[in-house]
């Protein structure tokens, strides 16, 4: 069973900085596609960044485009997602999400193992 285990959200200022990190168990998490995608309230959830298996080919949705980096360490069974100079806009419960294929593929419901989300708010 895939389990998917988010950590490292919370409150900060417009400006700072958070390091999220998912932690992945029950397959071999380097054969697969991960990615980090946020549900803002009323809002549908997006894709926020996507990255390959081999951590060779990224996505990253326009809106944090030159702030936000995602890498994974295959060796920790680990994915991240590096924010910098949050905005308020950024405000949104972040999830970490993984395919059920090798396929590359960046939309969210081509994502079939979900982690819990942890949320992530950026004061003005």
């Known amino acids: 069973q895939v389990q998917l285990v988010e950590s490292g959200g919370g409150l900060v200022q417009a400006g700072g900085s958070l390091r999220l990190s998912c932690e992945a168990s029950g397959r071999t998490f380097s054969r697969y596609a991960m990615g980090w995608f946020r549900q803002a309230p009323g809002k549908e959830r997006e894709t926020v960044a996507a990255?390959?298996?081999?951590?060779?080919?990224?996505y990253y949705a326009d809106s944090v485009k030159g702030r936000f980096t995602i890498s994974r360490d295959n060796a920790k069974n680990t994915v991240y997602l590096q924010m910098n100079s949050l905005k308020p806009e950024d405000t949104a419960v972040y999830y970490c999400a993984t395919t059920r294929t090798t396929e590359w593929v960046t939309r969210p419901y081509d994502y079939h193992y979900w982690g819990q989300g942890t949320q992530v708010t950026v004061s003005s």
């Open positions: 990255i390959t298996w081999s951590g060779g080919t990224t």
